[in-house]
């Protein structure tokens, strides 16, 4: 998939609450693709088969069944939901970036690889906000060094 826009509130002429317009990305690195895991894309083409069903398929991943955008105090509410219903602590929805980026840097990615996914313009951005990870893969750098020269392996 494609990252190409954002969505984002906007207050009414009126001043009485707000629409959902599209607008363009912040920087030019925004537009970007993005892997998906199988898991991921199975949860898109279930949402899309549910679109299908009520005969109104969405202009955008993330669209109501009419074809609208996402109210993001909804998404919340619900991701507020599936966390206590899951036995965890609240945490904001842009948490789940953070983790993302923290478990990629644990699995071994490479910081450009994960600094291009969440469309950061310099490898420095990622490097700073993501620096307590690094430690201790430094850590465990040195010791898997070590076990080239002594033969251990890991299991």
């Known amino acids: 998939r494609a990252v190409a826009g954002s969505i984002r509130p906007v207050t009414r002429a009126n001043g009485k609450g707000y629409q959902l317009t599209r607008e363009a990305p912040k920087t030019r690195r925004s537009v970007r693709t ?3 895991t199988a898991l991921a894309r199975a949860g898109i083409e279930e949402q899309r088969r549910r679109q299908a069903a009520a005969g109104r398929i969405a202009p955008t991943l993330f669209a109501t069944m009419t074809g609208g955008f996402l109210d993001p105090r909804n998404v919340t509410k619900a991701f507020q939901r599936e966390l206590a219903t899951a036995g965890l602590p609240p945490m904001r929805f842009h948490d789940l970036r953070h983790c993302y980026a923290t478990l990629m840097l644990a699995a071994g990615v490479p910081l450009r690889v994960i600094q291009a996914s969440l469309g950061h ?12 990870v690094l430690p201790e893969l430094n850590r465990q750098s040195a010791e898997r060094f070590d076990d080239l020269f002594t033969g251990r392996t890991e299991g």
Do not use: E, F, K, N
Not at 123 to 131: D, F, G, N, P
């Open 34 to 36: 993005v892997g998906l």
């Open 121 to 132: 313009t310099s490898i420095a951005t990622t490097a700073a906000i993501y620096a307590h």
